[in-house]
């Protein structure tokens, strides 16, 4: 078991390792494609005004001017920067901070570390040797306190940025993200802040208890007096009343 928990959570982190490492282009992706969209819609926005331009210097009397004029003003006051809707913005979601980024590696480092760690305990406990059954036990007990520490940091510290910046994405997608929200937005961009961080908490908190399990499990098993007995070469000692 050792060896299958070991190799299929390697596998994991390797993928993990591999998206980790791509974030940044991602983020240089999502900035280029938002600069250009920006551009496009100030390219549009200067060729309606100056269509109105020419719309007034056509215009036959104040009244017509004018309304030209109001119709200039309405385009000038919209927002000059608006991404299209449905547009997701994954810049605002935090993941570029230094401290979620540094989180996330030594939360990867260590992981794969203690991960290889076991697999090597599960390769020894397979040919029985001695020292397989320390390393298992102190990996066990060191997969337990690594979930305890990575997991509270995560609740404590990264938890916060991901909830803020996650509703930061989601107010960027909207018609007009340079116009200040109205009470009633703000409000519930709160609550839905307030949402996100329950959810990452809740999810921390199953972390830390199933990923608990195996380790709490191989510790017990691992100090039955029989697998020290057949790891120490010995026979195993009879229980009371076993024939």
């Known amino acids: 078991m050792n060896i299958i928990f070991a190799t299929g959570l390697m596998l994991g982190m390797t993928c993990s390792g591999i998206y980790l490492a791509v974030i940044p282009t991602l983020l240089k992706f999502s900035a280029d494609a938002q600069a250009k969209v920006t551009a496009s819609v100030e390219q549009r926005r200067q060729a309606e005004l100056k269509q109105f331009v020419d719309a007034e210097k056509a215009a036959k009397t104040d009244e017509e001017k004018e ?5 200039r003003r309405e385009v000038e006051l919209r927002p000059k920067t608006v991404m299209p809707g449905g547009t997701i913005d994954i810049s605002k979601m935090g993941l570029s901070d230094p401290k979620v980024v540094s989180y996330y590696w030594v939360d990867l480092l260590t992981g794969m570390l203690l991960n290889l760690g076991m697999l090597i305990a599960g390769i020894g406990l397979v040919r029985l040797r001695p020292w397989a059954l320390k390393l298992a036990t102190w990996v066990a007990i060191a997969k337990i306190i690594r979930l305890f520490l990575v997991y509270s940091f995560f609740t404590v510290m990264i938890a916060p940025k991901l909830s803020h910046g996650g509703v930061q994405m989601i107010m960027a997608m ?19 802040e307030l949402a996100y961080l329950r959810l990452y908490r809740a ?3 199953g972390a830390i208890a199933l990923g608990s399990i195996y380790p709490v499990v191989l510790i017990w098993l691992l100090n039955n007096p029989g697998a020290r007995a057949a790891c120490s070469g010995r026979k195993r000692p009879q229980a009371v009343g076993e024939p």
């Open 67 to 71: 309304a030209v004029r109001a119709q």
């Open 174 to 192: 909207s018609a007009a993200p340079q116009a200040k929200p109205s009470p009633k937005v703000a409000a519930a961009a709160d609550d839905l």
């Open 203 to 205: 999810y921390a908190i």
